[in-house]
């Protein structure tokens, strides 16, 4: 069984076919500056080289149909014709209130992608264009969506509700939705598996730490709280985006610098974060320890600020599940970062949580980090979005 993972931006379409017998990946690419002028699309078939096609994609049904070319090549291809394909899976932002789950695209379910386009501008109107142009480029196939905001969807009203007016949330659905569901969801998962825990009882702390980075709290795989909120904005300090502040800045910051609050909120999601605090080094956490080790003060600062968020998460989710069996480290930073992750983990002390250093000194790899005798156990875990949509899209369509 193959199924074809799709990831749309607004101007891009990434894609991994992926043979379900063994996980592995088939083929994978990406294509890139749909709609703009220089569009390009850079395939990988498995164990041969990397082809790069340049050729007009005005639409993401252009651009399906060149991945559709692509995997049937005959020197770069991997598939005879498009019927080995089983169905294919979508990332998709936003299900609102309505979704949690994963489900097959029916004409319900592009009507909540719709409605759901004002919680996620950038994203939904891109996911539906994928989903569309799949049913156009394979009629007949089953497309399925799996939402990045499906496993907050678990969270009790304790932890999603804001305290604001109540008719807010009735009226527009402003809550907590939390997002990289997908990620949480397979981290957790696997950490369940690999850790040998309950996967029933075991709680479970998963720090998503890359550009975009948040944590999540699960108890037997379901979430009770995560840090992203109503956009992606809230939570932890990230490469651009400030995570918590008070809302009051914002207004402040309007006042002062005669801007609106559309303006603000592109500063707070786009030059904050550990490139707003080092006064502007980088987003990307590599420059950032490099500017620290030069003697760069700010960004030591925006460095220990962004740990410090991170271990506050980790005791504020121990307490909302009165403990703790597992801590999870993943993506970007989480994967390849062994001083940040032994950073955060020295503030957990109080815990039980003992890091092994030579277990840490590890890259993307799935492995116990902390030491045996540590009470609560550390793992990377090394995530897998596509895996994770390809697994719900076989599960659904077999
Ligand atoms: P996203 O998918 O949100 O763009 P990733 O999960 O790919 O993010 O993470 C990217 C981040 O991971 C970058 O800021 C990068 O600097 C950081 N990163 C990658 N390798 C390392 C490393 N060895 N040390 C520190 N940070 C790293």
């Given amino acids: ?23 592995s990946v088939i083929a994978k690419g990406l294509c890139e500056r749909i709609g703009i002028d220089g569009s390009k699309l850079t395939h990988q078939p498995a164990g041969k080289d990397k082809v790069e096609i340049e050729k007009d994609m005005p639409t993401h049904q252009t ?6 070319e692509a995997l049937k090549h005959p020197d770069h291809g991997v598939i005879q014709n498009t019927d080995e394909i089983s169905a294919i899976g979508h990332r998709v932002l936003h299900g609102g ?17 719709r409605e759901c386009f004002d919680l996620g ?5 891109a996911n539906l264009m994928g989903i569309e142009a799949c049913e156009a480029a394979m009629p007949g196939k089953a497309n399925v969506a799996v939402w990045d905001t499906g496993f907050g969807m678990a969270m009790p009203e304790k932890a999603y509700m804001y305290a604001i007016p109540h008719e807010y949330y009735e009226k527009y659905g402003v809550r907590r939705y939390g997002f990289h569901g997908t990620s949480h969801m397979f981290v957790s998962g696997e950490a369940i598996k690999f850790g040998g825990l309950d996967p029933e009882k075991a709680k479970v702390i998963v720090c ?9 709290a699960s108890i037997g795989g379901k979430c009770v709280d ?25 207004q402040y910051i309007c006042n002062k610098e005669g801007k609106d609050v559309n303006e603000v909120l592109n500063i707070l999601n786009k030059k904050s974060g550990v490139l707003g605090m080092s006064g502007g080094v980088s987003s990307d956490f590599r420059d ?3 500017a620290k080790s030069q003697g760069n003060h700010l ?3 925006a460095l220990e600020a962004f740990i410090y968020r991170v271990a506050k998460y980790i005791g504020a989710y121990t307490a909302a599940m009165n403990g703790v069996d597992a801590i999870a480290f993943t993506a970007g930073v989480g994967e390849n970062d062994k001083a940040s992750r032994k950073a955060i983990c020295e503030y957990l002390g109080y815990l039980g949580v003992k890091i092994d250093d030579a277990a840490n000194d590890v890259r993307g790899k799935m492995t116990v980090i902390s030491a045996p005798d540590s009470r609560v156990k550390v793992m990377l875990i090394p995530t897998n979005e596509e895996l994770a949509i390809a697994r719900e899209t076989k599960r659904l369509t077999e």
């Fill in 97 to 113: 209130t309505t979704y949690s789950e994963s489900v097959v695209v029916n004409d319900d379910v592009k009507r909540v992608i």
């Fill in 226 to 250: 995560t840090s992203m909120g109503l956009t992606p904005l809230e939570g932890l300090i990230m490469g651009t985006r400030s995570g918590d502040v008070d809302p009051a800045v914002v």
């Fill in 288 to 290: 950032i320890e490099a």
């Fill in 1 to 23: 069984m193959k199924i074809l993972v799709i990831n749309c931006g607004s101007s891009s379409l990434k894609y991994q076919l992926i043979s379900m017998e063994d996980e």
């Fill in 63 to 68: 651009a399906i149909e060149l991945v559709m």
């Fill in 121 to 125: 501008p950038l994203h939904n109107p």
């Fill in 299 to 301: 960004a030591e600062v």
């Fill in 208 to 216: 998503h730490l890359g550009n975009g980075a948040s944590v999540s």
